[in-house]
């Protein structure tokens, strides 16, 4: 009898030794290492160039003066919104819209000429920095020389009329009566625009594709496509705009949007959902992407100048969701005016130059950059370590998190709320001495050790 009042003690030990373990929420294990991400990008952010509201002219020319400063930075990759010509027939605007191409193979020559950009071109990479091409697959414009040479490569109504293209779901046109759609039933499109891309890779040394409304192109063309742009140019980039998991899965692109992770981060900084929400989207994004990388984002062209910039949406937790785009899981993105604090929608279809002022926050993502680059720990995908939830004691509010990769641990604690929060650090994992990044100190954590945090403030922590 007293033996199994001891065993039966023994077990009821163990499962609460065992339950407290978990208690900190675990998410699984980072995705596979992708083919499709070439090793360059293992620790880069990108950087999308708005060309057109750059500077005052708005030229390649003029946009190469800021390369220097960029590199400082710590840039790695440019994504050049689309360089192209734009369709005078149906423009919105007087100046149109970047995405309503008239010519794949040709620049926009309010930009500048062909050699202007391969100029560019030439010095990013003497600067050690990449530059990708924002494509557009879906759709042209109205002037494409494809609409009198190759009518057939369009979709068309039931009376034979070229169409802008149609949301899927409601049957209704999406409203970009500038552009018209593509239609991937015919093989020979299919060629033309792989050979168009080809250019791209073999005439002029581009390093990739951000593809534009991704997943409105079937997925059997990113299939017959990427293998041959990957054999021209075998450490291609590839970053889809879309949050489809095959477009990683199977290695067509080694990076996707996280829109829904924007989406989110808009809500927690507006108060609509608690920090705690970010445990349940890691959960289950990861059951569904298993290879590849998200690019995580406070704003980009679209969000800046259809849905508010990041002081609009955000408010006061601008910095705060920066610092957590920069140390989740996956790669960063800085928009065009984020290093200046720039806090105005932009025009899409007019001149509307950005107001660069002191470059106020140039030294605040200067200092994010320089983190991913030399701790393994924030590197992307499976390159980097997973993030790991702390328990802080005011877990609603607060979301703490490290990773950690070889020697390499980064420990983040965000108050995403409008409340000081004092918290208690209890976690073995993460006991020892670390330099505070944005405190130019040291800080040695100790079991229980406490930490006052303002609204919306943060702390992040190397121990590099």
Not at 21 to 48: C, F, G, H, L, M
Request: net charge negative; charged share 25%.
């Amino acid at each position: 009898m007293l033996k199994n009042s001891i065993l039966f003690l023994i077990i009821i030990i163990f499962i609460f030794v065992t339950c407290k373990k978990q208690e900190t929420p675990q998410v699984a294990d980072s995705t596979e290492r992708s083919a499709a991400a070439p090793e360059w990008a293992k620790n880069a952010n990108i950087y999308e160039v708005n060309i057109r509201q750059y500077t005052p002219e708005g030229t390649f020319n003029a946009f190469a003066t800021h390369l220097p400063r960029l590199r400082d930075m710590g840039v790695d990759i440019l994504w050049l919104m689309p360089i192209f010509p734009i369709s005078e027939k149906n423009r919105k605007g007087s100046l149109g819209s970047y995405y309503a191409v008239s010519d794949f193979t040709k620049v926009n020559p309010a930009f500048g000429t062909m050699d202007d950009f391969q100029a560019l071109l030439q010095q990013a990479h003497e600067l050690g920095m990449k530059i990708i091409l924002d494509w557009v697959p879906n759709h042209t414009g109205w002037d494409h020389h494809w609409i009198e040479t190759h009518p057939e490569y369009y979709t068309r109504d039931a009376d034979g009329n070229i169409i802008d293209p149609i949301d899927p779901k409601t049957g209704e046109s999406w409203g970009w009566t500038d552009v018209a759609d593509l239609n991937y039933d015919n093989p020979d499109l299919r060629q033309a625009m792989i050979a168009d891309m080809r250019f791209w890779l073999e005439k002029i040394g581009t390093d990739g594709f951000r593809c534009d409304v991704a997943s409105e192109v079937p997925d059997d063309f990113w299939a017959e496509a990427v293998p041959q742009l990957r054999a021209v140019r075998p450490d291609l980039f590839m970053l889809a705009e879309a949050e489809h998991p095959p477009h990683r899965n199977e290695e067509w692109f080694a990076m996707s949007y996280a829109w829904s992770f924007h989406h989110l981060m808009n809500e927690i900084a507006q108060g609509k959902k608690k920090a705690s929400a970010i445990d349940a989207w890691l959960q289950a994004d990861q059951q569904k992407f298993k290879k590849g990388y998200h690019m995580h984002f406070i704003t980009n062209h679209d969000e800046n100048s259809w849905n508010g910039t990041e002081y609009e949406r955000m408010d006061n937790a601008v910095d705060a969701m920066a610092v957590l785009s920069f140390t989740l899981d996956g790669m960063p993105l800085i928009y065009s005016g984020q290093e200046a604090a720039f806090n105005r929608r932009l025009k899409f279809f007019e001149k509307d130059e950005i107001d660069w002022g002191n470059f106020s926050k140039q030294a605040f993502y200067t200092t994010l950059i320089a983190l991913k680059h030399n701790n393994q720990a924030l590197w992307n995908g499976a390159d980097g370590g997973r993030p790991v939830r702390i328990k802080t004691g005011s877990d609603e509010q607060v979301y703490a998190f490290y990773r950690k990769k070889n020697n390499d641990k980064a420990i983040i604690i965000l108050n995403l709320g409008n409340t000081p929060q004092e918290i208690i650090l209890n976690d073995e994992n993460v006991l020892g001495d670390y330099n505070n990044i944005f405190g130019n100190s040291t800080i040695s954590i100790s079991k229980g050790a406490t930490m006052q945090l303002k609204p919306w403030g943060y702390v992040v922590l190397s121990n590099k």
